[in-house]
């Protein structure tokens, strides 16, 4: 087993169709990967099985309450990595999730509500990832987003280890267009380079495309790809 995940959630059933689904699904019957995902109320201890509570100071919504996600932690993640995803964390990025994918054991607690109790951020985890600057109902979504980025870069997960290496991010800009068959649609046409048969002139036009498309739409990539070469 390469890397075992572990997610915290009150919603437990949002986890089943994705994990069993596609490349996922065969990166754990290859077992390269194995997900456990724990229904947090478990670890309440009340008969009405309460996560959360009031905000002290008062305030709308509810706090997801600290015990029962200290109590799991401590029970299902020794030597994990220990990640909250909550918006307020460390932007997700192809980085990030490479540096994921080098962990043995990942713990990803999914909030809810207004979030966690504070004392879980400053005494528990490891680290707070985003997913991006827009908030989400819960962490549940932003936790597969995750799982979907480091599970891929998982050696013997996808069918062409190479594909991972020329893919947008993975190179610090953007990758270059894609065209399958039909060589002509509608009148729109194949650029002839790509049909060629030259490889030399393929690897050309590729790296030259990715640098087009790059500083047509995200010129802040390229800009800091060209000072990480000087
Ligand atoms: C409604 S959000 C809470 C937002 C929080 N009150 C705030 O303003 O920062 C509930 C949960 O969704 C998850 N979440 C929402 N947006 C996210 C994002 N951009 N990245 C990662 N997790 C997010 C977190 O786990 C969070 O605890």
């Known amino acids: ?20 689904e596609s490349l996922l699904k065969k990166a754990q019957d290859k077992g390269l990967v194995a997900f456990n995902i ?3 109320r ?10 959360d509570d009031k905000p002290f100071g008062g305030g709308a919504g509810m706090v997801m309450k600290p015990e029962p996600i200290f109590e799991c932690v401590e029970e299902i993640g020794k030597d994990a990595w220990v990640v909250l995803l909550d918006p307020q964390g460390e932007p997700m990025s192809q980085k990030l999730a490479q540096k994921l994918a080098k962990k043995k054991h990942l713990v990803l607690i999914a909030g809810h509500y207004e979030g966690v109790d504070q004392r879980v ?3 528990l985890i490891d680290q707070e990832i985003s997913v991006g600057d827009f908030i989400t109902m819960g962490g549940e979504a932003p936790a597969l987003c995750l799982i979907e980025a480091v599970t891929r870069l998982i050696p013997g997960v996808l069918g062409n280890e190479d594909s991972v290496q020329h893919e947008s991010f993975q190179t610090g800009i953007l990758e270059y267009p894609h ?11 194949v650029p002839d380079v790509l049909v060629s048969g030259n ?10 495309a990715a640098e087009q498309v790059t500083r047509q739409k995200r010129p802040d990539l390229l800009k800091s790809s060209l000072r990480r070469k000087k």
Do not use: C, N
Request: aromatic share 14%; no cysteine; hydrophobic share 30%.
């Open 38 to 40: 724990h229904d947090l």
């Open 179 to 189: 065209y399958t068959r039909p060589r002509e649609y509608r009148g729109w046409k």
């Open 121 to 123: 951020k400053d005494h």
């Open 199 to 208: 490889h030399k002139e393929v690897d050309l036009w590729r790296r030259k």
């Open 42 to 51: 478990q670890w309440t201890h009340d008969r009405h099985k309460t996560a």
């Open 1 to 20: 087993m390469k890397i075992t995940v572990d997610v915290v959630t009150l919603f437990p059933v949002f986890f089943e169709s994705p994990l069993q």
